[in-house]
């Protein structure tokens, strides 16, 4: 899922196609991660401008919720879920087997630039403890095996593109 | 003459596999020669046979599952395309214990229909509601809902009527139907099932809802965490605008309604209703106070009707068979259907939609299979997060709203996490507390500042530091964080904690005999 580099004509269509929407700030914000895979510096006060909000109060939203991130991710978006269904399931140890297999702490990115790693806390597929997603597509029943097997699958797509 | 198969497109399905399974049959039946006319349908519920593929015969529908990919040829070798016998062949599906014995209303279509099409909608009930709330007075649908004795699905359980009743009474140019779809409760996925398998249930209730209160616009605040839920809304708005179902006249009627998805951005908080408003008008989302009511001002100031999905779902079916219909479902004045979601450690987990008052042990042990890991079950957290963890010595008692809350415990959402013997119930204790510090929303000190001491003091309690004093403290913080929290956040994650704490004092290192 490569994105592309975030740029002032295109944050500023991004921008003026939602404006007008009732309480646009989110489908604003949703909108410029989908396509840059983060929220760049740049864009908080061209949505302040645009929306009539102070940049205070645009960076306070900003930073309300889990979901919207400052700083590019990896080309792969690796998350494991932390909630009750799954910890009855697991989660714990195949928390630690990620973290060992990509050598990264949540919040972190693997030195090559692959792989970011994060938690979240449930995807909505408890009846399939315990879950990931990785990137969107969400998956049950993992264990440390098929979570391996899984990566291998990504690195071998980059190859194959690269 | 073409096969009708059914793989499903829910996400659970998906996440088992479900998308390369409807491939692989796509591919042996067309190296087959055997025409297939693959239908993908939503989730019957029953996720340990997911993915659940199902051949339409003159039988019925047979399932098969699990299936994997490696599967589809020896199916087609035994010939399943004609409903035959094979080792992961169940029979027809209807017949399967787990659904036989379920009183599906809500959830009538969930995993039989396609979910996108309108025209298998109408041909199962679908719209009976709307059409007859259109030709009755906006305070007769009111009403209806309000004798149905339906509560709020979300987990507070207020009655769905007098909340409508509130809108539809207050004079205003504008009134909103907020939906609330941030389903973020661990152990929960009704609402997910519902907008992936039967959108338009949820879009007709929402339309029922604003033509008997006066409101024109609808948002559905869908959880971040559900792209497929999403995806599904927004092709079932635009299918049902031009069919004419939503819009400047809702069937033909002269009355408007119109319905619009939002995503939220992965807050637990956005949940709760009045920071869910705030997230629509795309501010931080933070609580609000009480009053004013959002029914009286709620969305942009609006009066606003604010439904969790299974409540707007379930009021369809009530307009179409009357409220007696569906009161007389339940007990005491739980009445209805609850769709209960069956996770965590458990060997048959899915969507079991019963009448209030099973039990517990009914859903684990008959529905569920016991425990997946073969051990001892030991407790059930119910209700999500914020649920009392329910001991198997309380297994019995019927699930309904008020002998819940008369042991200290929730029904919420519905949502049942079911745990083995292997448990550390201090340890979830305190991750009740650490999910408190990650999700608050930071309005009120008990629940932001609270969940951050409550952390620490389970950490000295763990660590057996001054055992009995800082119990005491924990007490007495959970008092405070209860009594004094601006919303369910702080003001239920005791829960948890207390519960936890009475039913497993062991865990705590403390002598079982010796509590109080």
Same mark, same amino acid.
């Given at each position: 899922?490569?994105?592309?580099?975030?740029?002032?004509? =295109?944050?500023?269509?991004?921008? $003026?196609?939602?404006?007008a929407?009732? =309480?646009?700030?989110?489908?604003?914000l949703?909108?410029?991660?989908?396509?840059?895979?983060?929220?760049? $510096?740049?864009?908080?006060p061209?949505?302040?401008?645009?929306?009539?909000l102070?940049?205070?109060?645009?960076? =306070?939203?900003?930073?309300?919720?889990?979901?919207?991130?400052?700083?590019p991710?990896?080309?792969?978006?690796?998350?494991?879920?932390?909630?009750?269904?799954?910890?009855?399931?697991g989660?714990?140890?195949?928390?630690?087997?990620v973290?060992?297999?990509? =050598?990264? $702490?949540?919040?972190?990115?693997?030195?090559?630039?692959?792989?970011t790693?994060?938690?979240?806390?449930c995807?909505?597929?408890?009846?399939?403890?315990?879950?990931?997603?990785?990137?969107?597509d969400?998956?049950?029943?993992?264990?440390g095996?098929?979570?391996?097997?899984?990566?291998?699958?990504?690195?071998?797509?980059?190859?194959?593109?690269? | 003459?073409?096969v009708?198969?059914?793989?499903?497109?829910?996400?659970?399905?998906?996440? @088992?596999?479900?998308e390369? &399974?409807?491939?692989?049959?796509? /591919?042996?039946?067309? &190296?087959?020669?055997?025409?297939?006319?693959? &239908?993908?349908?939503?989730?019957?519920?029953?996720?340990?046979?997911?993915?659940?593929?199902?051949?339409?015969?003159?039988?019925?529908? *047979?399932?098969?599952?699990?299936?994997?990919p490696?599967d589809?040829?020896?199916?087609?070798?035994?010939?399943?395309?004609?409903?035959?016998?094979?080792?992961?062949? /169940?029979?027809?599906?209807?017949?399967?214990?787990?659904?036989?014995?379920q009183?599906?209303?809500?959830?009538?279509?969930?995993?039989?229909?396609?979910?996108?099409?309108?025209?298998?909608?109408?041909?199962?009930?679908?719209?009976?509601?709307?059409?007859?709330?259109?030709?009755?007075?906006?305070?007769?649908?009111?009403?209806?809902?309000?004798?149905s004795? @339906?509560? !709020?699905?979300?987990?507070?359980a207020?009655?769905?009527?007098?909340?409508?009743?509130?809108?539809?009474?207050?004079?205003?140019?504008?009134k909103?139907?907020a +939906?609330?779809? #941030?389903?973020g409760?661990?152990?929960?996925?009704?609402?997910?099932?519902?907008m992936?398998?039967?959108?338009?249930?949820?879009?007709?209730g929402?339309?029922?809802a604003?033509?008997?209160?006066?409101?024109?616009?609808?948002?559905?605040?869908?959880?971040?965490?559900?792209?497929h839920?999403?995806?599904?809304?927004q092709?079932?708005?635009?299918?049902?605008?031009?069919?004419?179902?939503?819009?400047?006249?809702?069937?033909?009627?002269?009355?408007a309604f119109?319905?619009?998805v939002?995503?939220?951005?992965?807050?637990?908080i956005?949940?709760?209703?009045?920071?869910?408003?705030?997230?629509?008008?795309?501010?931080?989302?933070?609580?609000?106070?009480?009053?004013?009511?959002?029914?009286?001002?709620?969305?942009?100031?609006?009066?606003?009707?604010?439904n969790?999905?299974?409540?707007?779902a379930? &009021?369809?079916?009530?307009?179409?068979r009357?409220?007696?219909?569906?009161?007389?479902?339940?007990?005491?004045?739980s009445r209805g259907?609850?769709?209960?979601q069956?996770?965590?450690? @458990?060997? /048959?987990?899915?969507?079991?939609?019963?009448?209030?008052?099973?039990?517990l042990?009914?859903?684990l042990?008959?529905?569920?299979?016991?425990?997946?890991?073969?051990?001892p079950?030991r407790?059930?957290?119910?209700?999500?997060?914020?649920?009392?963890?329910?001991?198997?010595?309380?297994?019995?008692?019927? @699930? #309904?709203?008020?002998?819940?809350?008369?042991?200290?415990a929730?029904?919420?959402?519905g949502?049942?996490?079911?745990?083995?013997?292997?448990?550390?119930?201090?340890?979830?204790?305190? /991750?009740?507390?650490?999910?408190?510090?990650e999700?608050?929303? !930071?309005?009120?000190?008990?629940?932001?500042?609270?969940?951050?001491?409550?952390?620490?003091?389970? #950490?000295? *309690?763990?660590?057996?530091? #001054?055992?009995?004093?800082?119990?005491a403290?924990?007490?007495?913080l +959970?008092?405070?964080?209860?009594?004094?929290?601006?919303?369910a956040?702080?003001?239920?994650?005791?829960?948890?904690?207390?519960?936890?704490?009475k039913h497993?004092?062991?865990?705590?290192?403390?002598?079982?005999?010796?509590?109080?």
């Amino acid at each position: 899922m490569t994105k592309e580099t975030p740029s002032a004509a =295109g944050l500023a269509a991004l921008i $003026d196609a939602r404006r007008a929407l009732p =309480g646009a700030t989110l489908p604003i914000l949703h909108a410029i991660q989908d396509a840059y895979g983060y929220v760049p $510096d740049e864009a908080l006060p061209m949505i302040a401008a645009a929306l009539n909000l102070s940049r205070a109060e645009v960076q =306070g939203v900003v930073s309300f919720y889990h979901h919207f991130r400052r700083t590019p991710p990896g080309r792969h978006v690796v998350q494991v879920c932390r909630a009750e269904s799954c910890l009855a399931m697991g989660a714990e140890a195949l928390e630690a087997h990620v973290k060992a297999k990509l =050598g990264v $702490d949540f919040h972190e990115t693997t030195a090559d630039g692959a792989v970011t790693l994060e938690p979240v806390y449930c995807l909505g597929n408890c009846a399939c403890s315990p879950a990931m997603r990785v990137d969107d597509d969400i998956l049950g029943r993992m264990n440390g095996r098929r979570f391996d097997a899984v990566l291998h699958q990504l690195q071998q797509t980059e190859g194959a593109s690269a | 003459m073409s096969v009708r198969i059914y793989v499903p497109i829910d996400s659970s399905a998906l996440s @088992l596999g479900a998308e390369a &399974v409807a491939r692989a049959i796509r /591919h042996e039946a067309a &190296v087959r020669d055997i025409v297939v006319d693959i &239908v993908r349908n939503g989730s019957r519920g029953m996720f340990w046979l997911e993915p659940l593929v199902e051949v339409d015969t003159p039988q019925g529908r *047979i399932a098969y599952g699990p299936v994997q990919p490696e599967d589809v040829p020896g199916l087609f070798d035994a010939g399943f395309h004609q409903g035959a016998a094979h080792s992961l062949c /169940h029979g027809p599906t209807e017949q399967i214990p787990f659904l036989a014995r379920q009183e599906r209303l809500t959830f009538a279509r969930v995993g039989v229909t396609d979910p996108l099409s309108l025209d298998d909608y109408l041909a199962h009930g679908g719209f009976e509601g709307l059409q007859r709330a259109i030709a009755m007075a906006p305070a007769e649908v009111v009403k209806e809902v309000t004798d149905s004795g @339906l509560r !709020g699905r979300g987990g507070a359980a207020f009655p769905t009527g007098i909340k409508w009743k509130t809108v539809l009474d207050t004079p205003a140019a504008q009134k909103y139907v907020a +939906c609330n779809a #941030d389903e973020g409760d661990s152990g929960t996925f009704s609402d997910r099932m519902l907008m992936e398998g039967d959108p338009y249930c949820l879009l007709e209730g929402m339309a029922i809802a604003g033509l008997a209160t006066g409101a024109t616009q609808g948002y559905i605040y869908v959880r971040s965490e559900y792209p497929h839920a999403f995806r599904t809304l927004q092709a079932a708005i635009e299918r049902a605008r031009a069919g004419g179902w939503l819009g400047a006249s809702v069937a033909g009627c002269g009355r408007a309604f119109d319905i619009d998805v939002r995503l939220g951005a992965g807050a637990y908080i956005c949940g709760e209703e009045t920071s869910m408003l705030e997230s629509l008008e795309g501010k931080r989302g933070v609580v609000r106070a009480k009053p004013p009511l959002p029914a009286v001002s709620g969305l942009f100031g609006k009066p606003t009707v604010i439904n969790n999905v299974m409540s707007l779902a379930s &009021v369809p079916i009530i307009l179409a068979r009357g409220a007696a219909f569906y009161r007389d479902y339940g007990l005491g004045r739980s009445r209805g259907t609850l769709p209960f979601q069956l996770a965590g450690n @458990l060997r /048959h987990t899915g969507l079991v939609e019963k009448a209030f008052g099973v039990t517990l042990r009914e859903l684990l042990e008959d529905y569920g299979g016991g425990s997946f890991s073969g051990k001892p079950l030991r407790t059930a957290q119910v209700g999500g997060p914020l649920g009392a963890y329910v001991p198997a010595s309380q297994f019995d008692v019927a @699930l #309904d709203y008020e002998q819940y809350a008369a042991m200290g415990a929730m029904v919420g959402h519905g949502g049942i996490v079911a745990f083995d013997d292997t448990v550390d119930m201090a340890k979830m204790a305190r /991750h009740a507390m650490a999910f408190c510090v990650e999700e608050s929303c !930071g309005k009120c000190t008990p629940c932001r500042i609270g969940s951050v001491r409550g952390v620490e003091v389970i #950490d000295r *309690i763990i660590a057996g530091e #001054d055992r009995g004093r800082n119990i005491a403290l924990l007490n007495s913080l +959970c008092d405070t964080m209860l009594s004094g929290s601006l919303c369910a956040m702080g003001g239920m994650t005791p829960y948890p904690v207390q519960s936890a704490l009475k039913h497993f004092p062991e865990d705590f290192g403390i002598d079982k005999t010796a509590a109080a």
